[in-house]
């Protein structure tokens, strides 16, 4: 499991764009017949990926970095398929997963199995410190809190699709949702905004290969671009903002995890404040 440490917003104008990736980018997450994990420690969030081949199901095994008997003895996980489906069992009990379904893993569940059921298995895993136990849930996309924002106008007409919040499953700390841009539409998290309560991590997906987004992070006065392929993702401190462009529409995973767990306390910035 790679380590990263939390960064200062200070320190942010001294990283060359190489520097800034490998403090931010989480660029390696989905490596076929593997399990990748990143220990964040904003808010100290695991971020990671596993992409089952078929017939060959990856367990979770907890690293020797957690100090623990298994992975979820004091964390809670949400795993997020993001390719084109699969199975996941939970001590037994087996899910099946769709495209875009989420399946959140309460904190106590010793074993995790992730599984193939055909080709383009992968899931996008997040995962925080947990004090207590939530029953481990299946949150299918249609069960998603859904809500249409942005406009064609300015490029930012989405679908943001809400699987974890604080009106749904009970979690410790995770918010988690996917965001669909529609086809004509680029721009993500536009008007952009911050939360100082969150840290929050976006991966980027649905976005062809020959298509990057540009994703912006920083104080609002002094933005980095950062730019993204699919399945990349990206770590936004509780001090930076979180917004991007693409060369094409999108999808994208953001999940969030600290102080509280109320999606519309954000702190909403003008366009006319970046840069
Ligand atoms: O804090 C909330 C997150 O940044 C996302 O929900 C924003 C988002 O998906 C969007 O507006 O496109
Ligand atoms: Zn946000």
Redesign the pocket.
Known sequence: MQIRHATHPDDLALLDSAELKDRFLLGDLFVPGEASLVYSHHDRMILGGAVPLEGAPITLEAPDDLRAEYFLERRELAAVAVGAGGAITVDGTRFELANKDVLYVGRGAREVVFEATGPDSAFFLASATSHTSFPTTLVPLAEALTSE??DKATA?E?T?Y?HLHDEGVRTSQL?L?I?A?KPGSVW???PP?T?DR?T?V?LYMDLPEEHRVQHFMGEPSDLRPLAMKNRDGVI?PSWSV??GAGSTNYS?V?V?AGENQS?AD?DQLAVTQLG
């Open positions: 924002t942005g930012n989405r943001v809400k918010v949702g965001t841009l993500n998290s536009m905004h939360h969150r929050e976006y936004s979180h917004f994208f953001w969030m999606f954000m």
